[in-house]
């Protein structure tokens, strides 16, 4: 499939189903291409579905089988918007807080092979039951255990709000637990 460039193109790869619940549609909204006027689209659309697909078949949807429907906050990021997220956080504006397209290659950067020449994707999602349920501080904990002992991930960054979780899928896991809530820092289960 060709990198979409006309609204029929991006409506077909949006139709592109990559689990039992999620398409490829579902994947590509971003605040920053929004106010920007960007295309938020990937160049290697296979590569971009691939990868999305391991993530949503191994990951998203066993966790919205144990814990209701997940919430996507933020998934697929071109090139073009991760890059610009990176230069408003070097910038020192709030609100851009994308890593590099070097460190977000195989992760938020889903057709971007890392350095190693490995597939990965990345979805930042919100479990609303499981906040809903859990609102003390570090109850995100909970939450890292369940998927460190059930699910096939590669990283896990809690966030405060909503306790988001950046969560990946990687050809060669690194099963790391970071968090930016309290307490935060490395999980070592």
């Known amino acids: 499939m060709r990198r979409p460039t006309s609204v029929q193109a991006l409506t077909e790869l949006g139709r592109v189903r990559l689990s039992k619940s999620f398409f490829m549609r579902d994947m590509l909204y971003s605040e920053i291409a929004q106010v920007h006027g960007l295309l938020n689209a990937p160049d290697d659309p296979d590569l971009a579905i691939a990868a999305g697909t391991r993530l949503c078949e191994e990951l998203l949807e066993p966790l919205q089988a144990e814990w209701g429907r997940i919430a996507i906050r933020s998934a697929y990021r071109s090139r073009e918007v991760n890059a610009l997220g990176n230069a408003k956080q070097k910038a020192g504006k709030a609100g851009y807080n994308c890593a590099s397209n070097e460190a977000n290659a195989a992760a938020h950067i889903w057709d971007m092979?890392?350095?190693?020449?490995?597939?990965?994707?990345?979805?930042?999602?919100?479990?609303?039951?499981?906040?809903?349920?859990?609102?003390?501080?570090?109850?995100?904990?909970?939450?890292?255990?369940?998927?460190?002992?059930?699910?096939?991930?590669?990283?896990?960054?809690?966030?405060?709000?909503?306790?988001a979780v950046n969560i990946g899928w990687h050809e060669r896991p690194l099963r790391r637990i970071d968090s930016y809530a309290e307490p935060k820092g490395r999980l070592v289960l």
Request: negative net charge; contains cysteine; glycine residues 6%.
């Open 113 to 163: 092979r890392d350095a190693d020449g490995c597939m990965g994707a990345v979805a930042c999602v919100v479990v609303p039951s499981f906040r809903d349920a859990h609102q003390q501080p570090g109850d995100w904990q909970i939450l890292a255990r369940w998927i460190d002992e059930h699910l096939p991930y590669s990283t896990l960054h809690f966030f405060p709000t909503l306790w």
